[in-house]
């Protein structure tokens, strides 16, 4: 197909940026509970966090943030490999993030195949209803 330049004109306007958007309230229905998708980049981070915040406060739940572990057949991995691991690019490490945030009863969407076996592929949707804490964290 071909788009007018009228086309273009109306997707411009659809950019927030654009001073002829009608910027909704993000705050209401129905964008209050939207999941936006983004290419593995700094807004899907911030986007991420922004409704981590979000949702533990307007839920009073905690927010708890989870650090990657690096393993290798269930076995940690040495110092020697770590250092490896965070000196390679961010193209090899497969683009997970290094941290992740959430908090009970947020709702949550996959965004990469990570267990497939285990139902955690791309496109899966939940909603977390329960944290396990480490066995080798402290009781607190």
């Not at 409704?51 to 290798?72: C, G, P, Q």
Request: charged residues 20%; proline residues 5%.
């Amino acid at each position: 197909g071909e788009c007018s330049a009228e086309d273009i004109h109306s997707v411009q306007e659809l950019v927030l940026t654009d001073p002829n958007c009608d910027i909704p309230d993000f705050s209401c229905a129905p964008w209050e509970d939207i999941i936006l998708i983004t290419p593995h980049n700094s807004v899907q981070m911030y986007w991420n966090e922004t409704a981590s915040t979000k949702h533990s406060r307007s839920s009073r739940n905690i927010k708890y943030l989870f650090s990657a572990e690096d393993s290798v057949h269930h076995r940690h991995l040495s110092t020697v490999k770590c250092c490896a691991v965070a000196s390679l690019p961010f193209d090899d490490t497969d683009r997970l993030p290094m941290q992740l945030t959430v908090s009970l009863q947020m709702k949550v969407m996959v965004m990469k195949n990570i267990c497939t076996h285990a139902g955690i592929a791309n496109g899966s949707r939940g909603t977390i209803a329960g944290i396990m804490l480490d066995e080798r964290e402290p009781e607190l």
